[in-house]
C-alpha cells in the first residue's frame, strides 16, 4: 500500500519538501552560532501538526480521517517532539525552541484558541491525538525518515487534554497580551537573556519559513541560496577609492579608525559625506534607513551606483511600483519584470547585503507587533543606520530611540547620523544604549566642509516668494522653494508658470501619483551636486528635506522648525560655499503671529517654531541679513530644543511615547503599530475623476506586474484625517481576469476628489 504524501502547501510541495527548503535557507543565513542549532531543531518540527485530516484536506492532502478538530497546525506540532529530545534541551532551551515552534505563524484568532472560547477545542485535540497518535506517528515517520526523531510525546498530550497551553509555563505568553499580569510582562523583556534567544531563534524560523514559501510559490529553488546574501570584498575599499578620485583628503577614513563597527552618533553638516561614512562604518549587512520615500529611492539608485544593482534592495510600501516605473522609464519595462519582482520580494526578507529601507519598515518592530521577532533576528546580525532622526514625529522618534536601545541589547550595531541632534534624544540615546560621550563624533570643526559658508540669510515678513523666485530665476539661478503645504505648494507652482512657463518650473510632493512623481525625480538627477542641470525653478513640500541630493542655489522656504530649516538649507550650495554679496538663503515668516499660524498650521508645532524665531534672534539680528555658518546652525537647533518648556506638547508627547514603550506595551496589530509610528495614517485612492480611465484599461491587464503599471498612474496618497466620512467607495471594475478582480478589490474612489496631471489630488472642501 502506497504512504500517502503530507503536503505543507496547496501547490503541492510536500512537507519533507518544505522543510528541507527551510534548512537550506537556514545554511545561508548569518546567524549567531549560539542559536543556529536550535533554529534548526525548531525547523524540523514546525510544521508537524500539518498532518491532520483537517490541515490536509484544505491543502489537497489525502491522509485517512482522524477526528482531531481543526485547530492552528503549530498548536499540534509540539506534540510529537519526543520526550528525550526537550530532557537534554533542559528547561529553558526547551522553552525557547516550544516557543519558536508554537508562534513561527500568528494569527488573530489564535488569542481564542489560547486564552478564549476556542481553548477547549484544543484539549480535545490533545486528548484525540492520544488516541490515534501513533498511526499519525507512522504518517510522519515515512514521511520525514531520517530528517529527525519523530515520537507522539504522550505526558505532554496528556497534561495538554486538561490545561492550556500558556497555563503550562512550557512555553513564553504571546508577546502581544496586554492583560497579562505584570511579574510575567517583566520577564518578556530584551534584558532576560533567555528571551533575547527567544526573539532571535523564533525569528529565524518566521524568516527561514516565509523565504522558503516564497521560493516554492516562485518555483525556483536557486534562490535558496540567495537568502542572505554577503557582499563580496570590503564595502570600506569600494567606498575609499571613489572618495580619494574627488578629494585629496577623506575625512571618514579618520574618524572610522577606532570606531568602525561600533554604536555611534554622527553629527556633520548636510552634504557632506554622511552616506560615504556609514557604507564605510558598517562590516556586514547594512539596514539603511530614511524617513520619506523619495529620499529612499535616491539613496537606492545612490548605493546602486557603489555596489552595484545586485547587492541593493529596496524597501518601502510603493517600492514594487517604484522599480516597475524606474524600469519603464528606461525602456526595459518587459525584459527585467522577473528581476524586478524578484528585488521586491528580497528586500521584503532583508536577503541584500544593502536594504535601504523607509523607517516605517522597520521601527514598528519597537512596538512588538505579531511577527516583530523576524525584524529584530535581522537587527541582531546587522548594522543599521538611522539617518534624520530629527525629521521624525516626536512620537517616532522616541520609537526609534528604543529600537537602538534593544538594537543594543540584542547585540547589533547602529549609527545614528544627523546634521543636527536635539539635546532630549540625544540624551536617552546617550542613557538607554549605555553610550558615552566618545561614541558621538562630531566632525563641524574637524572637517574642510564644516567651515563652509553656505547660507547667507534673510528673514522675510511676506508670505508669498514667487516675485523673488522669478527674479532670481531671470539672473540665471537655480531656485528651490519649499512650502509647508501641498495646498500653497501648488498655488506657487501655478503663479509660476503663469510667469514663465512650464518647461521652467518642477513641483514635487507626497500627493501625486508615483509616476508624476518618479518623472519629476528622474529629472532631479541632473541636479545632484557637481551636475550641470539647466535654471530652474523647484517647488516642493518637506520631502526635499531628508536625504535628497539636490543641489541649488538659491532657497525661499516656508518657517519651520529650526532643524527643518537646516535640512531645507542643506539643498542649497551642497559641497560648496556663496560667495555672492547678496542673501540665497530667505526664510518667509510672516508680519505677524497670525500669519504665521497660517504657515504652520496642521503641519508643525506652534511651540518649536516659536522658540525657533526666539532662538535666531538671541543669535543674530534678523532685521539685516546674516551669515549662517554650520556651527551656527547646530547651536539654533541645540537652542531651539533647549529653550522648550519640559512641560510643552512636544517634549511630553516624545516622553509619553518611551514610558508606555518602557511598560511592555506592545501592538495587537502589525497594522496598528505602523499607524502609531506614522501618527498620521494615509490611504492610496483613486481621485474620482480619473475612476473611469482606470476601469478601463483594467479590463485588459493580464499579469500583478501590469497591474501595478497601471495604477501608479493613478493612485494617490491622501491622509486618513483629510477623508471625509463617507467619501470612499469601493471601485467596482469590471474584468474577466478573476485575480485583477482580486486586487482591485482593494481600491477605492475618493469621492470629490480630481487630480490635474503633474500638480496633484485635490479634496473637496470640509
Known amino acids: 500500500m502506497t504512504m500517502p504524501k503530507i503536503l505543507a502547501k496547496s501547490n503541492g510541495v510536500t512537507l519533507r519538501e518544505h522543510v528541507v527548503d527551510l534548512l537550506e535557507v537556514l545554511e545561508n543565513l548569518q546567524v549567531d552560532s549560539g542559536v543556529k542549532e536550535l533554529v534548526r531543531k525548531a525547523i524540523l518540527y514546525h510544521d508537524l501538526g500539518k498532518v491532520i485530516y483537517a490541515f490536509q484536506r484544505k491543502v489537497g492532502g489525502n491522509v485517512p480521517e482522524d477526528g482531531i478538530p481543526n485547530v492552528p497546525h503549530s498548536f499540534l506540532s509540539i506534540a510529537f517532539i519526543p520526550e528525550n529530545t526537550l530532557r537534554e534541551l533542559g528547561e529553558g532551551l526547551s522553552r525557547i525552541f516550544l516557543s519558536a515552534v508554537l508562534y513561527h505563524h500568528w494569527r488573530e484568532t489564535y488569542l481564542d484558541y489560547l486564552f478564549g472560547r476556542k481553548k477547549e477545542s484544543v484539549c480535545k485535540a490533545y486528548k484525540r491525538l492520544l488516541e490515534v497518535g501513533d498511526e499519525i506517528v507512522r504518517l510522519l515517520k515515512e514521511e520525514m525518515r531520517d530528517l529527525c526523531e519523530i515520537e507522539l510525546n504522550r505526558p505532554l498530550c496528556e497534561y495538554l487534554s486538561h490545561n492550556s497551553i500558556i497555563d503550562s509555563g512550557l512555553v513564553f505568553p504571546p508577546h502581544l497580551i496586554s492583560l497579562l499580569p505584570s511579574i510575567i510582562l517583566k520577564e518578556l523583556n530584551i534584558k532576560d537573556e533567555n528571551y533575547k534567544r527567544y526573539i532571535i531563534t523564533s525569528g529565524t524560523v518566521m524568516r527561514a519559513d516565509r523565504f522558503a514559501s516564497y521560493v516554492e510559490t516562485a518555483g525556483n529553488k536557486e534562490l535558496l541560496k540567495k537568502a542572505d546574501k554577503r557582499l563580496e570584498g570590503d564595502q570600506l575599499e569600494t567606498v575609499r577609492r571613489y572618495l580619494e578620485r574627488i578629494s585629496s583628503k577623506v575625512w571618514q577614513l579618520d574618524l572610522l579608525k577606532d570606531c568602525r563597527g561600533e554604536n555611534i552618533i554622527l553629527v556633520a553638516p548636510t552634504g557632506t559625506g554622511k552616506t560615504e561614512f556609514a557604507l564605510m562604518w558598517s562590516k556586514g549587512k547594512t539596514l539603511f534607513t530614511l524617513p520619506l520615500q523619495s529620499a529612499t529611492n535616491m539613496m537606492y539608485e545612490r548605493v546602486k551606483n557603489y555596489f552595484g544593482e545586485e547587492n541593493v534592495g529596496l524597501l518601502h510600501s510603493d517600492s514594487a511600483v517604484y522599480l516597475f516605473f524606474s524600469s519603464f522609464l528606461k525602456n526595459s519595462f518587459e525584459d527585467r519584470e522577473g528581476e524586478v519582482l524578484q528585488i521586491v520580494e528580497q528586500s521584503r526578507f532583508f536577503s541584500y547585503p544593502f536594504v535601504i529601507s523607509t523607517g516605517d519598515q522597520v521601527f514598528p518592530s519597537a512596538l512588538k507587533y505579531p511577527g516583530y521577532e523576524m525584524i529584530y533576528s535581522i537587527l541582531a546580525n546587522s548594522y543599521l543606520v538611522i539617518d534624520e532622526i530629527q525629521a521624525y514625529s516626536p512620537e517616532a522618534a522616541a520609537i526609534i530611540v528604543k529600537t537602538a536601545e534593544d538594537v543594543k541589547l540584542l547585540g547589533g550595531r547602529f549609527l545614528i547620523m544627523t546634521a543636527t541632534l536635539p539635546g532630549f534624544i540625544r540624551n536617552e540615546i546617550l542613557k538607554r544604549a549605555e553610550l558615552e560621550e566618545k561614541n558621538i563624533k562630531d566632525v563641524y570643526e574637524s572637517i574642510p566642509q564644516g567651515n563652509l559658508l553656505r547660507n547667507l540669510v534673510k ?290 474612489v475618493l469621492k470629490g476628489s480630481r487630480y490635474e496631471k503633474g500638480l496633484g489630488i485635490f479634496l473637496e472642501e470640509k
Open 459 to 748: 528673514v522675510e515678513r511676506s508670505l508669498d516668494p514667487v516675485e523673488k523666485a522669478v527674479e532670481f530665476f531671470k539672473e540665471g539661478w537655480r531656485v528651490l522653494i519649499v512650502r509647508n503645504t501641498v495646498r500653497n505648494a501648488i498655488e506657487t507652482y501655478r503663479k509660476l508658470v503663469e510667469e514663465l512657463g512650464k518647461e521652467d518650473v518642477l513641483l514635487i510632493h507626497s500627493r501625486m501619483t508615483l509616476e508624476d512623481r518618479r518623472k519629476v525625480e528622474k529629472t532631479l538627477e541632473d541636479y545632484r551636486p557637481g551636475e550641470k542641470g539647466r535654471n530652474i525653478i523647484l517647488v516642493s513640500t518637506q520631502v526635499v528635506e531628508a536625504s535628497m541630493d539636490i543641489d541649488f542655489d538659491i532657497l525661499l522656504t516656508d518657517i519651520a522648525p529650526a532643524d527643518s530649516l537646516v535640512q531645507r538649507m542643506g539643498r542649497i550650495c551642497r559641497k560648496r560655499e556663496w560667495t555672492e554679496e547678496f542673501p540665497n538663503t530667505f526664510i518667509y515668516a510672516g508680519s505677524n503671529e497670525k500669519e504665521r499660524k497660517e504657515l504652520i498650521t496642521g503641519v508643525y508645532s506652534e511651540e518649536v517654531v516659536s522658540a525657533t524665531l526666539k532662538s535666531l534672534k538671541d543669535m543674530f539680528d534678523i532685521e539685516k541679513p546674516f551669515k549662517l555658518d554650520e556651527l551656527s546652525k547646530r547651536k539654533w537647533v541645540e537652542d531651539t530644543y533647549q529653550a522648550l518648556s519640559q512641560e510643552s506638547n512636544y517634549l511630553k508627547k516624545f516622553r509619553e511615547t518611551l514610558d508606555v514603550l518602557d511598560s511592555g506595551y506592545s501592538s495587537e496589530k502589525k497594522h496598528e503599530a505602523h499607524k502609531i509610528f506614522r501618527r498620521v495614517a494615509s490611504m492610496s485612492v483613486v481621485p474620482e475623476n480619473l475612476k473611469e480611465d482606470l476601469k478601463c484599461e483594467l479590463k485588459s491587464v493580464l499579469s500583478y506586474f501590469n497591474f501595478r503599471q497601471v495604477t501608479a498612474k493613478y493612485l494617490v496618497d491622501v491622509p486618513l484625517h483629510h477623508i471625509k466620512s463617507g467619501a470612499l467607495e469601493p471601485l467596482e471594475v469590471e474584468a474577466e481576469n478573476e485575480q485583477v478582480l482580486k486586487w482591485a478589490s482593494a481600491l477605492y
